[in-house]
């Protein structure tokens, strides 16, 4: 189905490998041209051999060990490349990409090349989670490049968490976006997400938050853009790494993201409220560090504004879409939320469901418009349920222009 792509799999060390042997297989099979580069420290693990003879191919491995006098062995594969893989991607490579060196054959065509880069990660989970590495991933997105995440379980070197290489069927499932693009059916449209829990001061130590990740709104923000849109990520306080490739507004209190909305509302085609908004805040913040005296401290709350409430009361041409977050009585919430609020769709999070919630990476949630249950979307991850929330969206602002006559207006 790859017949007549080129695929440059870069190869480098860790003993994760051996999937990239499966890999290179499953690529082989597609009929697509498959060019193994793999790095000196690869070799120790896998010998080129093994990925010769998946490939058919001569692997490289010393930049200097030209076989062909008429081409630049880098140069040449970096300019036939519809796609390179980098599958394991150590933090050591992900270093040098992102810092753009090139001591090796492998890092020298990763930047002669212009074609799509997607990196699969695999390496122990404190060394996946440490500030440089994620500094390092969030360079590269921020410059085009995809990654595929790791999974989490058993890792060789003993841990239990994330860094392991991703399956071999999820990979192909990954390249096969890159080399067969999805449509763009938000292409020219203007999306708006929130994302985060907002930040209501109580002193300059103290606040009043909630468990919110970002995770969600980082999610329908990477999908938006991948669809086509342009995309602006209004977030507050997050834990999760944002997406590149879009406009990111910081914000902490619930005021300050109202703000951040109104001021952009009349650009914006579609505004997707994931954010989970603090209601009330305090009625004063104090100046200086509250010091402890008695047994008790009572605090004033008042009521924050409601930013949904304000989107659905100025909506002109805008698509709006919020989030609730529920735990008991989810469907008559939902629904009264959507009809008083005004706003097209609501994505009904009930997060007493295993694997729905704050800090996961996957949700259960529940469509509704105003008419009631639109669909409803089993446990996945969170990446699958934004893109079936934008291809909803999508479908019902292209539904809204067919109904609308071009001539609304004319002759009257």
Same mark, same amino acid.
């Given at each position: 189905?790859?017949?007549?792509?080129?695929?440059?799999?870069?190869?480098?060390?860790?003993?994760?490998?051996?999937?990239?042997?499966?890999?290179?297989?499953?690529?082989?099979?597609?009929?697509?041209?498959?060019?193994?580069?793999?790095?000196?420290?690869?070799?120790?693990?896998?010998?080129?051999?093994?990925?010769?003879?998946?490939?058919?191919?001569?692997?490289?491995?010393?930049?200097?060990?030209?076989?062909?006098?008429?081409?630049? $062995?880098?140069?040449? %594969? #970096?300019?036939? *490349?519809?796609?390179? @893989?980098?599958?394991?991607?150590?933090?050591? &490579?992900? =270093?040098?990409?992102?810092?753009?060196?090139?001591?090796?054959?492998? $890092?020298?065509?990763? %930047? #002669?090349?212009? *074609?799509?880069?997607? @990196?699969?990660?695999?390496?122990?989970?404190? &060394?996946? =989670?440490?500030?440089?590495?994620?500094?390092?991933?969030?360079?590269?997105?921020?410059?085009?490049?995809?990654?595929?995440?790791?999974?989490?379980?058993?890792?060789?070197?003993?841990?239990?968490?994330?860094?392991?290489?991703?399956?071999?069927?999820?990979?192909?499932?990954?390249?096969?976006?890159?080399?067969?693009?999805?449509?763009?059916?938000?292409?020219?449209?203007?999306?708006?997400?929130?994302?985060?829990?907002?930040?209501?001061?109580?002193?300059?130590?103290?606040?009043?938050?909630?468990?919110?990740?970002?995770?969600?709104?980082?999610?329908?923000?990477?999908?938006?853009?991948?669809?086509?849109?342009?995309?602006?990520?209004?977030?507050?306080?997050?834990?999760?790494?944002?997406?590149?490739?879009?406009?990111?507004?910081?914000?902490?209190?619930?005021?300050?993201?109202?703000?951040?909305?109104?001021?952009?509302?009349?650009?914006?085609?579609?505004?997707?409220?994931?954010?989970?908004?603090?209601?009330?805040?305090?009625?004063?913040?104090?100046?200086?560090?509250?010091?402890?005296?008695?047994?008790?401290?009572?605090?004033?709350?008042?009521?924050?504004?409601?930013?949904?409430?304000?989107?659905?009361?100025?909506?002109?041409?805008?698509?709006?879409?919020?989030?609730?977050?529920?735990?008991?009585?989810?469907?008559?919430?939902?629904?009264?939320?959507?009809?008083?609020?005004?706003?097209?769709?609501?994505?009904?999070?009930?997060?007493?469901?295993?694997?729905?919630?704050?800090?996961?990476?996957?949700?259960?949630?529940?469509?509704?418009?105003?008419?009631?249950?639109?669909?409803?979307?089993?446990?996945?991850?969170?990446?699958?349920?934004?893109?079936?929330?934008?291809?909803?969206?999508?479908?019902?602002?292209?539904?809204?222009?067919?109904?609308?006559?071009?001539?609304?207006?004319?002759?009257?």
């Amino acid at each position: 189905m790859w017949k007549g792509k080129t695929i440059v799999l870069g190869v480098t060390g860790g003993i994760a490998c051996f999937k990239a042997a499966a890999l290179c297989s499953k690529l082989a099979q597609t009929g697509a041209e498959v060019r193994v580069i793999m790095t000196e420290s690869a070799t120790k693990f896998v010998a080129p051999l093994t990925f010769q003879t998946l490939s058919r191919h001569d692997v490289i491995v010393d930049t200097f060990d030209e076989k062909d006098a008429s081409v630049v $062995s880098h140069i040449d %594969l #970096a300019d036939r *490349a519809d796609l390179v @893989v980098v599958a394991p991607a150590t933090a050591n &490579m992900i =270093a040098k990409m992102a810092h753009g060196l090139a001591d090796d054959m492998l $890092s020298t065509t990763l %930047l #002669a090349t212009t *074609a799509p880069i997607l @990196v699969a990660p695999a390496m122990n989970v404190h &060394m996946y =989670a440490h500030p440089a590495v994620q500094a390092n991933m969030q360079t590269l997105r921020e410059r085009g490049v995809q990654f595929v995440e790791p999974g989490e379980g058993q890792l060789a070197c003993g841990y239990v968490g994330k860094g392991r290489l991703a399956e071999p069927e999820e990979l192909m499932v990954a390249i096969g976006r890159q080399l067969q693009p999805r449509p763009q059916p938000l292409s020219g449209r203007h999306v708006l997400v929130t994302a985060g829990g907002t930040i209501e001061r109580i002193d300059p130590v103290r606040y009043i938050t909630n468990d919110s990740s970002g995770k969600m709104g980082f999610a329908i923000a990477e999908a938006a853009r991948e669809m086509g849109a342009r995309v602006t990520l209004v977030k507050a306080k997050t834990t999760a790494t944002p997406p590149g490739g879009v406009d990111i507004v910081e914000v902490s209190s619930a005021q300050e993201m109202l703000d951040a909305v109104q001021s952009r509302f009349a650009d914006v085609d579609v505004v997707i409220k994931a954010a989970a908004v603090a209601d009330y805040r305090p009625a004063e913040i104090a100046d200086r560090k509250i010091k402890k005296k008695d047994n008790t401290l009572t605090l004033t709350l008042v009521k924050n504004p409601d930013i949904v409430q304000w989107l659905g009361e100025h909506k002109k041409h805008q698509f709006i879409v919020q989030f609730a977050a529920e735990t008991n009585d989810a469907e008559q919430y939902a629904l009264d939320k959507v009809r008083r609020k005004k706003s097209d769709l609501l994505v009904l999070n009930d997060v007493t469901v295993p694997g729905a919630g704050f800090g996961t990476d996957t949700n259960v949630v529940r469509l509704y418009d105003a008419a009631g249950l639109v669909r409803e979307l089993p446990l996945m991850d969170k990446r699958e349920v934004a893109r079936e929330l934008l291809e909803l969206v999508a479908g019902r602002i292209n539904d809204r222009k067919r109904d609308t006559p071009e001539d609304s207006g004319r002759d009257r």
